[in-house]
């Protein structure tokens, strides 16, 4: 089955420690997207990337950092620069750069600073 | 500024009953829309879409609504289900990427 995986379900960072989550897809997609989410909140836009070897900051970039070594994967590390980091993660890909296809989400990285 | 944005924040509805959820948008030039359902600690799932050469879009007991002259979005659901609460969103194109909606939470009581 094609789809967009996202690990851990669960990951707790202490503080000044940087932590990095995984999202992987096999849908053949070339632009993939993190979004934080808070309690109650909607979808805030951290990184996005078009193509491999490009990545765009999005809203709220701070204290995170990205890489598109591969089509298939975007992982996202969560610097100790970023001082709110608890926050739900989700990670979505879409066909192509444009927009006008919808995006297929992860089922979201989950993390909490201890 | 640019923005999607949702008039209600919390809509309680009984079993069966119909809802409908709303949404404005301001990019007149916007011409793709979805709605997604996040249920809670869930990743958003797509429900509907619609293009801005139509006002209208059905699914299986789901239809979405497009009015460009006020620049409103709404999602109907029909017979509505416990299954269907959750956190509902919308999202308008950006040219390289979506605006999501702050979301509607809808709450089903039997």
């Known amino acids: 089955d094609g789809g967009i995986t996202q690990s851990p379900k669960y990951l707790f960072r202490k503080e000044g420690q940087n932590v990095t989550l995984s999202c992987e897809q096999n849908l053949n997609h070339d632009a993939m997207y993190w979004y934080r989410q808070d309690p109650g909140q909607g979808l805030r836009l951290i990184y996005y990337?078009?193509?491999?070897?490009?990545?765009q900051k999005g809203d709220i970039a701070e204290g995170y950092s990205v890489s598109r070594e591969k089509k298939e994967s975007f992982p996202l590390t969560v610097t100790s620069a970023q001082k709110n980091p608890t926050a739900f993660y989700l990670c979505?890909?879409?066909?192509?750069?444009?927009?006008?296809?919808?995006?297929?989400f992860g089922s979201g990285t989950r993390l909490t600073v201890v | 500024g640019e923005s999607v944005g949702l008039h209600l924040p919390t809509l309680s509805v009984q079993e069966g009953d119909n809802s409908i959820i709303n949404c404005a948008y301001s990019n007149s030039a916007s011409d793709y829309f979805i709605w997604y359902k996040q249920e809670s600690g869930k990743g958003p799932q797509f429900i509907i879409d619609i293009r801005s050469n139509m006002d209208k879009r059905q699914g299986q007991r789901v239809t979405v609504l497009l009015n460009k002259t006020v620049k409103h979005l709404s999602l109907q659901i029909a017979a509505t289900q416990p299954g269907d609460s959750a956190v509902y969103f919308c999202a308008e194109d950006n040219t390289d990427k979506l605006i999501f909606g702050t979301g509607t939470r809808l709450q089903v009581f039997p």
């Open positions: 990337s078009q193509i491999v070897n490009d990545f």
């Open positions: 979505a890909s879409s066909i192509t750069g444009g927009s006008s296809y919808g995006y297929t």
